[in-house]
């Protein structure tokens, strides 16, 4: 059985940095296409960042473009989510996801990933 864990998620200040984590287990995930997507409040769940599997190719929206960093480590099956220079506007849920190779996908739709985490939130305050 697939399953997805976030942590690290917590109350930091406006220009802070923190770095997400997403465990994965129940499959061999190099291969697998992972992402991040968030949860503002009141709002829609929206894409922020995705990374392939095998080539790791990258992806982000504008909003995070050049402050947020999407990495993985295969060895440990862990997606993470570099997060810097934060904004209020930052603030949400943030959950990870992960579909099986194969098949033509969009990375920043949510409908394309069949397996999520629980959620982790963020909060940006002064």
């Known amino acids: 059985q697939v399953q997805l864990v976030e942590a690290g998620g917590r109350l930091v200040q406006p220009g802070d940095s923190l770095k997400l984590s997403c465990a994965a287990s129940?499959?061999?995930?190099?291969?697998?296409?992972m992402a991040w997507f968030r949860q503002p409040p009141g709002k829609e769940r929206e894409f922020v960042a995705a990374?392939?599997?095998?080539?790791?190719?990258?992806d982000y929206a504008d909003s995070v473009k050049g402050r947020f960093i999407i990495s993985r480590d295969d060895a440990v099956d862990t997606l993470y989510l570099q997060m810097n220079s934060l904004k209020p506007e930052d603030t949400g849920v943030y959950y990870c996801?992960?579909?099986?190779?194969?098949?033509?996908?969009?990375?920043?739709?949510?409908?394309?990933?069949?397996?999520w985490g629980q959620g982790t939130q963020v909060t940006v305050s002064s």
């Open positions: 129940g499959a061999v995930f190099h291969s697998w296409n």
């Open positions: 990374i392939s599997g095998i080539t790791g190719t990258t």
């Open positions: 996801a992960a579909r099986e190779p194969g098949g033509t996908y969009y990375p920043d739709a949510p409908s394309d990933y069949t397996y």
